[in-house]
């Protein structure tokens, strides 16, 4: 099922930011740093007594301002409040409770969302100031004293936030169903692929709605198996599109990445990979899912024999940090090559699911020392006893040495590459996890 969603709302200069920072520091820590990804600070996961959720910094809401920051304003607190489980508004106790508070207090309380008061900058340790209990004014409830640059308060605060995230449920669809999250930049081709996916099928049961609110997933059974799309379209554009929808509209990849087994990263091919694009896929890869880049609008290519090549060539160079994924050049306004995707998606599950054994494993990694030695430092020289493969989406191997620190990256890319040569493992990303065993540092 997808993440809860945490929003946090404020006008500007209260310490969203700040809060927004202290809270995903916990969890940022525990995340690979993957070359190649740029991430976005506007959203992030957080973990809080066991449960993960996602965390959205809403930006400054200011109402009483010119249209267009009103209007933006709106859009804001819309998203928020659309995509949210639980919202916090932040406020802060140097200024008082002002009109803009107020006002925000009064949108977000329509939203008949569970809406939880911080009283931001209370950095003194001890009693609660007096300044907070006027807070009480604005109807939301108890105030949460908290100060985000010092973290006090925070937990407090989070144990609230708990207590309304919504039952851990799993969706319906039977564990042979295959879940496709179609993923990608706004007006990549998303919608239209899953219109011509949906159109083009005459054996679709239904259209479900979907846990992520307003998108929507669409069942597919065929002789490639059964398969739930789901549309992360993003929000439906209205006269005037701001940035900050397609900002917003990264949260939902997020969310259907997180219920997804496979994700089918679609980019246009008129304009190219874009750093958005490493953005939703760099989190598929950070998750552990299997991938899938279609290059859509293909038909609008002008094309010779090597135009597919060339392109092919350029995009590995874009998806050095995931160098594994496959590539399939679709139109989905004709619907070239389309049902290719089906194929490619069970393959691609198969192999985020291979379970390998520890004797097949280990003769690879004898192979592949005796080939290259493994590294040394100052006379020392890395040795690997073994390794084991303890679970799968995606496959994750533990490697036993005697020092984890000449276990160095590059030598870990090329264990990998051997693995893969071997046993092939395309679309998919693994895990290497290095123990060291005993006490032999030699």
């Known amino acids: 099922m997808p993440l809860p969603v945490l929003a946090v709302v404020g006008r500007p200069n209260v310490g969203k930011s700040t809060l927004f920072n202290k809270l995903i520091g916990k969890r940022l820590s525990i995340v690979e740093d993957t070359p190649g990804v740029t991430r976005d600070r506007i959203y992030s996961k957080c973990e809080w007594r066991g449960r993960e959720f996602m965390v959205v910094d809403t930006g400054g809401i200011e109402p009483k301002t010119d249209d267009e920051i009103l209007e933006q304003m709106k859009i804001q607190a819309q998203i928020a409040i659309d995509r949210a489980d639980v919202i916090i508004l932040v406020t802060d106790v140097r200024c008082g409770v002002t009109a803009s508070d107020y006002d925000v207090a009064a949108m977000l309380q ?67 169903c295959i879940r496709v999250a179609v993923i990608g930049k706004p007006n990549v081709g998303k919608s239209s692929l899953i219109n011509r996916i949906a159109g083009e099928e005459r ?63 679609v980019i246009d091919a008129e304009e190219g990979f874009t750093e958005q694009d490493s953005k939703v896929a760099g989190y598929a890869h950070e998750q552990g899912k299997a991938s899938i880049v279609a290059v ?30 496959p590539f399939v050049f679709i139109s989905a306004k004709t619907g070239q090559r389309v049902n290719k995707l089906y194929e490619m998606i069970s393959f691609v599950n198969q192999q985020n699911s291979m379970r390998i054994s520890t004797g097949m ?34 496959p994750t191997f533990v490697t036993f040495v005697n020092r984890s620190d000449l276990f ?15 046993f092939g493992l395309d679309g998919t990303p693994v895990r290497f996890i290095v123990r060291e065993r005993g006490n032999d540092k030699g």
């Open 296 to 325: 859509n609008k293909w038909d609008k290519i002008d094309k010779t024999d090597k135009t597919m090549e060339e392109f092919k060539k350029k995009l590995e160079n874009d998806f050095s940090f995931m160098s594994y994924v």
């Open 203 to 265: 054996v679709i049961v239904s259209n479900i709605a979907g846990t992520t609110r307003d998108a929507t997933d669409t069942f597919v059974e065929n002789e490639n198996g059964k398969f739930v799309f789901i549309d992360t379209a993003g929000i439906r554009k209205k006269a005037r599109v701001t940035e900050r929808i397609e900002r917003y509209s990264v949260i939902r990849a997020y969310m259907a990445v997180d219920r997804a087994d496979v994700c089918i990263i």
């Open 361 to 394: 494993l280990n003769d690879v990694l004898a192979y592949a020392t005796t080939r290259v030695q493994p590294p040394s430092d100052k006379g020392k020289r890395l040795k690997i006893y073994y390794m084991t493969q303890p679970s799968t989406k995606p």
């Open 408 to 422: 160095h990256f590059s030598y870990q890319r090329y264990i990998e590459n051997q693995i893969r040569a071997t």
């Open 110 to 176: 329509k939203s008949g969302k569970p809406l939880i008061l911080a009283v931001n900058k209370c950095d003194e340790i001890g009693s609660t100031p007096m300044e907070v209990y006027e807070f009480y004014n604005l109807g939301i409830g108890e105030p949460f004293p908290i100060s985000s640059a010092h973290g006090h308060g925070t937990g407090d605060l989070l144990d609230e936030v708990f207590k309304f995230f919504p039952e851990d449920k799993t969706d319906d669809y039977d564990d042979d």
